[in-house]
């Protein structure tokens, strides 16, 4: 973590690393830094709490299965997989889920390509939504791949030999590195049916 280094009294620090005087800084600008400095702040300890929380759950549902096992006398020989949870009166269930972490070979270049050249190939009358999915999968937000564009590219049906050769490195290309453990929340809304509980700001 970077050491913070203390602002002399009457100045603000701009974004060179200059101390400017506050009589020198624009209103608008004390304005605008107050309002940003006041969110983030907020945004880092919704982040905190978060992860606060996620180290809670997994802890709670670990003891959870440690207490269950004991009863039986039982062992697990590898790590605790996926496990859900409900209230008594099934209002909210826990889910506790493994997945894979994808990551991509170099060789997805290849598999890009290819891809590419079947595309440029089927230019003339092409269906414009398959040259849309194609280009959201490879020229994601910051220049990064989009994970689940690109294994949306493997369920396509395409009866062309190009095709399916860049399926294949495509395949090659894919990488399991490691697990990633989510927490999922979810509410009966219902009689069977539950909704989950958004915990990221796209769903609230």
Not at 110 to 121: D, H, Q, S, V
Not at 127 to 137: E, I, P
Request: proline share 2%; with cysteine; hydrophobic share 40%.
């Amino acid at each position: 973590m970077t050491e913070q280094t203390q602002v002399p009294d009457g100045c603000m620090r701009n974004a060179l690393g200059h101390y400017v005087p506050m009589a020198q800084v624009r209103e608008h600008d004390k304005l605008r830094d107050g309002v940003a400095r006041e969110l983030a702040n907020q945004a880092v300890a919704i982040s905190e709490a978060l992860a606060a929380f996620k180290k809670k759950a997994l802890a709670d549902i670990d003891d959870l299965i440690a207490i269950s096992l004991e009863r039986y006398n039982v062992k697990l020989g590898g790590k605790k997989g996926n496990v859900s949870i409900t209230t008594y009166d099934g209002e909210f269930k826990i889910e506790k889920a493994l997945a894979d972490r994808l990551t991509f070979t170099e060789e997805i270049l290849a598999a890009k390509e290819l891809i590419y050249t079947c595309t440029r190939k089927w230019s003339v009358g092409a269906n414009h939504h398959l040259m849309a999915l194609v280009d959201r999968a490879f020229i994601g937000r910051n220049g990064q791949i989009r994970t689940n564009d690109v294994l949306g590219l493997l369920r396509l049906e395409i009866d062309d030999p190009e095709w399916k050769t860049a399926m294949v490195a495509l395949k090659d290309a894919l990488q399991v590195n490691g697990k990633a453990v989510y927490i999922r929340v979810y509410k009966r809304t219902g009689e069977d049916r539950y909704e989950p509980v958004n915990l990221g700001l796209a769903g609230v």
